[in-house]
């Protein structure tokens, strides 16, 4: 991509609150500046939101991860997205570097909502014309969307990274079976084997993990943890106490999405074992909250790669999450 090649006048980039951090970097790849947007709120709580630049006949692109306080992030993007709509822009862009509603894509328990589709369906009443997301949960997710929409991958950057590491004696493990076909293409670009955890959920903090499936451990050191997102940690605290019983010496944890709610970073981080936890930069993470084990890889040039291809109506299929 040549820096510069989209004019400022054609675009309007903006961001919610939720990863001002990321839009920032994803419109300094762009060459476009990134628009003010004036969030506020009433003293009912209900949100006022502006933005600080005419829209009016431009594409507009609208960088909000629907990350903690996910409803209020979620407000705040369909606010938005009504809002360009209304000054008549020509198209609505919803990036959504990380997609929390994926993780409901499934009716597996009686008078449930599947509120990944309920979502998608809210951002195409509010004027989305296209969305762009990273590492959706499960390949279903993509379906629900009645909009085009880009399913874009991370496994560009975190190839990049682990490429200059030394890898011999390694193996990539997923946390459950759902990954693992994600985790076996990711494995065959390192040339590395794969196993999976058996997992059993028992509630949304507590997995039982009672052993592998794949390829054998026993003989290898390394292992490198791989899924789409860490909340608790809970699965992956499991799953290092498994394959350290079979073995291994020294465990990297890989995740697109690190949300690391109720103290999951720390959980992870006092485990001798876990060298380092390698992420990305959907969800924002606060310098307060860093930690010296903790590696934040920034996936801004796969989104400014992917809308400067949308812009030039080139393929993206480089891009996806199938076509690694």
Do not use: W
């Not at 293409?185 to 509630?203: D, H, I, Q, Y």
């Not at 909250?289 to 934040?296: A, E, F, G, Q, S």
């Amino acid at each position: 991509m040549t820096e510069g090649s989209i004019s400022a006048g054609e675009v309007r980039f903006f961001s919610g609150s939720s990863n001002p951090q990321l839009a920032g970097k994803i419109a300094a790849q762009l060459g476009v500046p990134l628009d003010g947007t004036h969030i506020t709120r009433f003293s009912n709580d209900n949100l006022y939101i502006q933005l600080d630049a005419s829209v009016r006949y431009r594409r507009v692109y609208i960088v909000q991860s629907l990350s903690q306080p996910v409803n209020d992030h979620l407000m705040e993007l369909l606010m938005m997205i009504d809002i360009a709509r209304s000054a008549a822009a020509s198209e609505v862009h919803a990036i959504i570097p990380y997609y929390s509603f994926g993780r409901s894509d499934k009716k597996d328990a009686p008078r449930i909502s599947i509120t990944a589709r309920l979502v998608a369906d809210l951002l195409k009443t509010a004027g989305a014309t296209h969305v762009m997301s990273m590492m959706f949960h499960s390949p279903q997710v993509h379906g629900f969307f009645g909009i085009p929409t880009d399913p874009l991958s991370s496994n560009l950057v975190i190839k990049d990274y682990l490429s200059k590491l030394d890898l011999k004696d390694s193996i990539i493990v997923a946390p459950d079976m759902g990954q693992a076909k994600s985790a076996a293409r990711f494995a065959k670009t390192l040339n590395l084997p794969v196993a999976a955890g058996n997992k059993e959920r028992v509630s949304d903090t507590k997995v039982i993990i009672s052993g592998l499936v794949g390829n054998q451990v026993q003989g290898l050191k390394h292992a490198l943890i791989y899924d789409d997102e860490i909340a608790t940690g809970g699965s992956i605290m499991e799953l290092s106490r498994v394959l350290i019983g079979e073995g291994i010496e020294d465990i990297r944890v890989i995740c697109t999405h690190g949300v690391f709610s109720h103290n999951g970073l720390e959980r992870l981080a006092v485990v001798p074992h876990i060298k380092e936890i390698i992420t990305t930069d959907t969800v924002h993470i606060p310098p307060e909250k860093m930690n010296p084990k903790l590696t934040v890889l920034s996936v801004a040039p796969v989104f400014a790669d992917a809308i400067h291809h949308n812009i030039n109506r080139e393929s993206l299929s480089d891009l996806f999450v199938f076509g690694e």
